[in-house]
């Protein structure tokens, strides 16, 4: 069985397998921890194992590395990108930083180590609004690259960021009308959705909150419905936490498909097995490049240890 092979190679070679929410329920049970950006990055802080093997995609596994560039760390799949990623270009990025040099730069996880090397701090969707709000109102800040996040924020705190036009395929994809929909026809039913979705989806939300909020949220809450605007992965999570409860993904088309990141369901169990065993791929990085993202995600994390962001 592929479980017992994994875990067993997991004890053998003092691994550690971090997964993100949105991986595969048979990846999250077999994983060490499961979370969001902003946990991951704190556990990958604390590994005090050989070898991290990183259950997410590219950019989380480049994180875990820049945290810990004495240890080895796997992804099971190299092409495991992500759209917002790719929407923010460094060469495109450091022109329009340029535009505005008088602006500190907070820029979300979900980016390259290149942009995370060109920020002041780095945030995720669970100490975003915080992590602005602990600078002065006056401060000039850009924001990236996710918009839909910025806006967000900008909205919460009554800022005035600049920010770079990038968007999360999954989560832009969700159209309020389809919500409404969903909605009328559950009655009982109370919308949660991510920050990364459009303004008029977070507009008519019950609930918005990272994924582990999201999470939180649905096992404290007295409802016994939630409609879901995120990616399919955390209702794994959320029926093992309230199984009493009932979950409704948002569906991305009229067909309804399911609302999945290509790019997180690219990792599998034969992947991760094959990762753990051959120990590749591996993240390989410049030092240069490390040691300037490095700060930028040290100074987010000791932003949130301060602000009992945990």
Known sequence: MIRKKILELKKNKNAVILAHFYQIPEIQDVADYVGDSLGLAQKAKEAAADIIVFA????????AKILNPSK??????????????ESCPAKKFSKFKKKYRDHIVISYINCTAEIK????????????????????????????????????????????????????EVHDVLEA???????????????????????????VADFVGSTTEMLKYTIRDKSKKYIVATETGILHQMKKSSPEKEFIIVPTDETCSCNDCSYMKMNT????????????????????????????IEKMLEISENLNLV
């Not at 080895?72 to 990623?85: I, M, N, R, T």
């Not at 919460?156 to 600049?162: A, I």
């Not at 009308?177 to 949660?192: F, P, R, S, V």
């Open 269 to 296: 169990m034969e992947k991760l097995y094959s990762c753990m065993i051959n120990e590749k791929p591996e993240i390989i990085m410049e030092k240069d490049i490390m040691d300037k993202a490095r700060k930028p």
């Open 177 to 203: 009308e389809a919500i409404i929909n969903l909605k009328i026809q559950n009655k009982e039913a109370k919308l949660i959705a991510h920050p990364e979705c459009k303004a008029t989806v977070l507009e």
């Open 56 to 63: 997410g995609v590219h950019f989380m596994a480049e994180t």
């Open 72 to 85: 080895k760390v796997l992804l099971p799949d190299l092409e495991a990108g992500c759209s917002l990623a």
């Open 117 to 168: 090397a060109m920020s002041d701090v780095i945030c995720t969707s669970g100490n975003a609004v915080k992590l602005v709000e602990s600078y002065p109102k006056e401060k000039k800040i850009i924001f990236a690259p996710d918009k839909n996040l910025g806006s967000y924020i900008n909205k919460v705190t009554g800022r005035n960021m600049v920010l770079w036009e990038g968007i999360c």
